[in-house]
């Protein structure tokens, strides 16, 4: 699915990503733990696509394809999917029609044919109680003066219809209270398939306890620093990050 | 004499309106009517006065010059057939509808006799002679032309020959809006389409009218829509005013409006301009009584070379009354936009309520736009607000849109449309609201 090679990133002459290595086989669930400032959520962003970054060396292979070399919406299309941290409102765009919008758009991609407004509603109405948010917020502007909980339920619900083959969650759970914890990691869980990855991109080991992942790593001065099944994320949870940062920087000493 | 001469910067033009009126009276056949009259106190009115000079502050962005160089001529009906309407009468639009084609009514395209009880629509000329409302008649034309300083005012007067008489009786509710629609067609030489309206609301009374300026597609040609509106809102009257505008790449529009409110009434307009070389909107409302609400809502979208200038003023001189006033716009290109929005708040008018926004995108480096808002407040109690914005598009919104697998394109216009989106919620006949939305749909499709 998702293989990243030896990945160099900086930004504004910084680097931040200092040789990422990465296997992400389909159906898998990959956690990225790590502290503030370690370089999570660039990782996250260099994947989807964003363009403040500069990519020094390495490759990103998804489906065996030159990620970098696509655009932010080539790789939409191509079947990934990032829950933004810190998703942006937009006023006047009505969330109905953005739904309809990027539905179709990406069942053109797909091959298929467009759905008529019928179908569209039944298979949003179907969606939307999967990540149980209220059919109210179809008629507002794009998560314009939507809380935290109900923003990522709406990147949930975008996530939901879009059916990604890659899904990136980006810090997805910090600032949610435990109820919409729940709804998130159970849209996750229902939508989890043999086909379908993700990569949960988290600073709190909590999340965990409702999405198990297959592999927890373990990010510090943008590098990948320990790798290892859940029980890592519990290690963590229990001793914090220090000993991982002594033991690295330990090492560089 | 002579000195004013010399200053005169545009004798050479006036004088090719002189003679373009001489010709046009040498070769009507009517009898004389006291239409006529006016229209002639008109033409030596314009004598008397002079075209704006960018050195006017009020016309400090705007040039008419290339509206002036034509040899314009009047126009005729020709090249339009019913079915040429329907593509500006889309689906679900049931409006009473009057047309203008190259200036002139096409009595036969127009419907003046399905009107409602109460509800009035005829020409002026016909006004005059009846004797219900002949005096109504003249002292309005006889209001246009005290103390007249706008030549273009005077210009109209003088050239509209069909200017059209709006009436609703007391009390008398029209639901279907009147519209009057405007078509250019091809012509072989410049065309003058000179359009008076006179739209009154007795006490009580609501009524609407869409003013439509199109080009027919396919046509080219050069032409000036000088279109002049006189709006009288009595009391607890309502008149929404609306000025959808698509004219083509050759087509000079000045519109004025004067309207004048009395108590407890409501006049709403409308304008979405789309078309057009140069388009300058004067649009003025003068406050006549208390607890009245004077709403402007405007939308415009310029590409290459079009120039749109909306002027508004709203004269707050009574207290307890509400202005709302929102604007939005699109220029890209080397298009220009000018927002010139004056609210005079006189010293007796307290507890005024006056609300502006001008929001625009400038979307290429050779765009251009003009905000001034003008805010003159001699009351002390009063709530006065006013905003101008000019920006481009939000590149994380983008970004965030184009996650989803939108292109880039798709997503520029998602964001734009939604932009001025805003100011056609506001839109009060919803027929009126999706005709608007599709012609702007039309426009970010070119």
């Not at chain 2, 003088?158 to 405007?182: R, T």
């Not at chain 2, 004067?258 to 304008?271: G, H, I, L, P, V």
């Amino acid at each position: 699915m998702l293989t990243v090679k030896d990945l160099k990133v900086a930004v504004e002459d910084k680097t931040i990503l200092n040789g990422i290595n990465l296997e992400v086989k389909p159906g898998e669930v990959h956690a990225i733990m790590g502290p503030n400032g370690s370089g999570k959520s660039t990782f996250a962003n260099v994947i989807a696509g964003r363009e403040d970054y500069e990519v020094e060396s390495g490759s990103v292979l998804y489906k065996g394809e030159d990620l970098l070399e696509m655009e932010v919406d080539e790789r939409a299309l191509a079947g990934i999917f990032m829950a933004f941290q810190y998703p942006v409102e937009i006023p006047g765009v009505s969330t109905s029609n953005f739904l309809k919008s990027i539905v179709n758009a990406n069942r053109e991609a797909r091959g298929l044919e467009e759905m008529n407004a019928m179908q569209m509603l039944k298979y949003i109405r179907e969606k939307i109680e999967l990540v149980g948010m209220d059919e109210k917020f179809l008629r507002r502007s794009l998560n314009e003066g939507f809380s935290g909980g109900e923003k990522k339920r709406s990147e949930m619900l975008q996530m939901a219809l879009l059916e990604p083959s890659l899904a990136i969650l980006d810090e997805t759970d910090s600032g949610l209270d435990i109820d919409a914890l729940r709804i998130v990691s159970e849209a996750v869980n229902k939508l989890r398939t043999q086909d379908r990855s993700f990569i949960i991109v988290t600073h709190y080991q909590r999340l965990l306890n409702y999405i198990e992942p297959d592999f927890v790593h373990v990010l510090y001065k943008g590098r990948i620093v320990k790798s290892g099944d859940k029980s890592l994320a519990l290690e963590l949870e229990d001793k914090g990050y220090d000993w991982i940062k002594e033991e690295v920087d330990a090492v560089a000493v | 004499m002579s000195t004013t001469v010399a200053q005169d910067r545009y004798a050479a033009e006036k004088q090719k309106f002189q003679e373009l009126f001489d010709q046009t009276e040498a070769a009507n056949q009517q009898p004389a009517h006291p239409l006529d009259e006016y229209r002639q106190r008109a033409m030596a009115l314009v004598g008397t006065l002079d075209f704006p000079t960018r050195r006017w502050e009020e016309y400090k962005y705007t040039s008419v010059n290339r509206i002036l160089q034509p040899d314009y001529a009047i126009g005729q009906v020709q090249g339009v057939d019913a079915a040429d309407i329907k593509t500006y009468l889309p689906e679900g639009m049931d409006a009473h509808l009057i047309v203008f084609v190259n200036g002139q009514l096409s009595e036969a395209l127009s419907q003046f006799a399905e009107l409602p009880a109460g509800m009035h629509v005829m020409l002026l000329r016909d006004a005059m002679d009846s004797d219900r409302f002949g005096s109504i008649a003249r002292e309005q034309l006889d209001n246009i032309l005290k103390d007249q300083d706008d030549i273009f005012v005077a210009l109209n007067a003088a050239f509209s020959q069909h200017s059209l008489f709006l009436y609703s009786e007391k009390n008398v509710v029209c639901e279907k809006p009147v519209y009057i629609l405007h078509l250019s067609t091809n012509a072989e030489t410049p065309i003058l389409n000179s359009h008076m309206n006179i739209a009154v609301a007795e006490t009580g009374s609501e009524f609407a009218y869409i003013e439509g300026q199109f080009e027919k597609p396919g046509a080219t040609g050069t032409y000036f829509n000088n279109i002049y509106n006189r709006v009288t809102v009595g009391a607890n009257a309502h008149i929404h005013h609306y000025c959808l505008q698509q004219e083509g790449a050759d087509g000079f529009v000045i519109n004025r409006v004067d309207a004048e409110q009395d108590r407890d009434s409501q006049f709403s307009n409308y304008t979405v301009d789309l078309g057009g070389r140069i388009v300058r909107n004067n649009l003025n409302t003068v406050h006549k009584g208390s607890n009245l609400t004077t709403n402007y809502y405007g939308v415009y979208f310029g590409k290459e070379q079009q120039h749109i200038d909306n002027h508004t003023f709203i004269d707050h001189a009574v207290p307890h009354c509400q202005s709302n006033e929102l604007y939005k716009g699109i220029v890209t290109d080397s298009a220009r936009g000018v927002f010139n929005g004056k609210v005079m708040v006189r010293k007796d008018a307290q507890k005024t309520n006056a609300f502006q926004q001008s929001s625009s995108l400038v979307l290429s480096n050779k765009a251009e736009m003009d905000s001034k808002p003008q805010l003159e407040i001699f009351a002390d109690d009063v709530k006065c607000s006013h905003g101008a914005t000019i920006g481009q598009l939000d590149e994380s919104s983008v970004f965030y849109l184009r996650s989803r697998g939108l292109n880039d394109r798709q997503a520029r216009a998602m964001l734009q449309h939604a932009f001025i989106a805003e100011v056609l919620e506001y839109f009060k006949h919803e027929q009126v609201r999706d005709f608007a939305e599709m012609l702007i749909n039309q426009k970010f499709e070119q």
